[in-house]
């Protein structure tokens, strides 16, 4: 069965062939959900209100592709998710704790000057994903959808309700503050070159 | 040595120039000052290696199936869960509020009664003070009920019933271990005062007791209160209180401040852990 008659059927209260839709994309819409919040907890929130409000106005989808029609419906939840983090700025100990230590998981310098280990690798990637919590929302949206998701400046353009210029210089400046986070908290550079010459 | 707005207008350019969004001139720009100044070729160099990790970074799965059930539950339209959340602010501040009143009414009751002469100090307070863990929460739900059945009680009538409820309690609570009895001295009893809040005098009240202990005058305009503390009651019945208080309102304002810094704790906290 192909996506179109699935979503077909859908329309008409076929909760079957939607939840084959979900279980299409559930992974991706998560993993966008996931790199932006950089939360289990929040990134599972967003994917469930995600796929209940596709179900309830997919009369509103007008055809194009579907999975871009998700992931847009996820990243304005994760907006709204952060926004309201921003007016209650207490959060909760839970989070607090795990920034703290994320931040002093990579603050050890790795004595290990072998070669790249899967540790080391993962260490790599969850600073990565701290310092996206760092950055301003629009810059870190953008620079996920970019550079996780591979989103076309004009793809991110529609998404985020703006233009290719703002896409631009949003993802110039995030990726500047990125990489200015990752050099302040240790010797990562050489790991990002390692990786790049691996060609991962 | 290039000027400095050339390394500025380079690095602006990077992010641009990976993704191949940059004009011709802008390119070539960028390819002649990296080719003689280190600095921006290093910062290129590190601006497409973090690009390349981000590409490189792993899909996460989903940790569980996002399939929709057949019937969806309420709560996964998380409806519930944000109105609780919009009392948050108001509960909280005004849990904040009861605190900083309860502090300063007590404070000034202590003030009050230190300086006042013992003759305001009715016998049974102190007693009721000692037995504050276990009377607390039978008072408080005395006075919920009490405040549920009545619409306007005159302070004096509210106060003089608080006294006699604590006494009572601090009673009922000591009488079980100290044989010495309170001197009975014609006084209302708990139970009878209780109905008697909702309309009569409380001197009227007083008067109309009967040897056994039952309101008489006020049973005509009793109101539908039931106490909620049977057992409390029962046993103020049978040790009669001490309850020759005079009125004493900061005492009740006390309690009712106590009770309702107590019940919007607790609701604050709930919907703190409900929020999480
Ligand atoms: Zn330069």
């Known amino acids: ?200 | 040595m290039k000027p400095i707005n050339d390394h500025l207008q380079a690095e602006e350019l990077f992010s641009a120039y990976i993704d191949n969004r940059v004009t011709a001139d802008e390119k070539s720009f960028v390819e002649r000052h990296t080719a003689v100044c280190a600095d921006c070729h290093a910062r290129l160099q590190a601006a497409r290696s973090l690009v390349a990790a981000l590409r490189a970074m792993p899909v996460v799965k989903a940790p569980r199936s996002f399939v929709l059930p057949r019937k969806m539950p309420r709560e996964m339209a998380r409806q519930p869960q944000r109105s609780i959340l919009a009392w948050y602010p108001a509960l909280r501040l005004a849990t904040a509020l009861a605190v900083v009143a309860f502090v300063l009414v007590f404070a000034g009751d202590l003030f009050a009664s230190s300086y006042g002469s013992s003759m305001n100090m009715p016998p049974a307070v102190p007693q009721a003070a000692l037995m504050a863990p276990t009377a607390i929460p039978a008072m408080i739900t005395k006075e919920v009920a009490v405040a549920q059945a009545t619409n306007a009680p005159t302070p004096t009538v509210v106060a003089k019933l608080m006294d006699q409820t604590q006494s009572a309690d601090a009673t009922s609570a000591a009488g079980a271990q100290l044989s010495a009895p309170q001197p009975a001295s014609a006084l209302p009893t708990a139970t009878s005062m209780l109905p008697a809040a909702g309309a009569a005098p409380a001197s009227s009240a007083a008067r109309s007791i009967t040897s056994t202990g039952e309101v008489t005058g006020a049973r005509a305009s009793a109101p539908q209160a039931t106490p909620t503390t049977e057992p409390a009651s029962d046993a103020a019945t049978a040790a009669p209180a001490n309850g020759a208080a005079p009125i004493d309102p900061l005492r009740l304002i006390e309690i009712v401040l106590g009770g309702l810094v107590i019940i919007l704790g607790v609701a604050t906290l709930i919907v703190r852990q409900r929020a999480a």
């Not at chain 1, 592709?65 to 909760?92: E, H, Q």
């Not at chain 1, 309700?161 to 949003?170: A, E, P, Q």
């Open chain 1, 1 to 200: 069965m192909d996506e179109n008659a699935l979503i077909q059927s859908a329309r008409k209260g076929d909760l079957n062939a939607f939840n084959t839709l979900v279980l299409a994309y559930q992974h991706q819409v998560y993993n966008l959900a996931y790199r932006i919040m950089a939360e289990q907890a929040a990134a599972e929130d967003a994917t469930q209100d995600t796929f209940i409000s596709a179900y309830k106005n997919l009369k509103s989808f007008r055809g194009g592709s579907f999975k871009s029609w998700l992931l847009r419906i996820v990243t304005n939840a994760c907006y709204d998710d952060l926004r309201r983090r921003k007016r209650r700025p207490a959060t909760s100990l839970d989070e607090m704790m795990g920034d703290q230590e994320g931040d002093m998981e990579f603050d050890v310098p790795s004595a290990d000057d072998g070669p790249e280990t899967v540790m080391q690798r993962r260490e790599m990637i969850d600073l990565i994903q701290t310092g996206i919590t760092t950055l301003p929302d629009d810059q870190r949206i953008t620079l996920v959808l970019s550079d996780v998701q591979s989103m076309s400046y004009e793809e991110i353009a529609e998404m985020t309700h703006t233009n290719v210029g703002t896409v631009k210089s949003r993802l110039s400046r995030g990726r500047a503050r990125l990489r200015e986070y990752l050099q302040a908290h240790g010797e990562l550079l050489p790991d990002l070159y390692r990786l790049e010459s691996n060609g991962a």
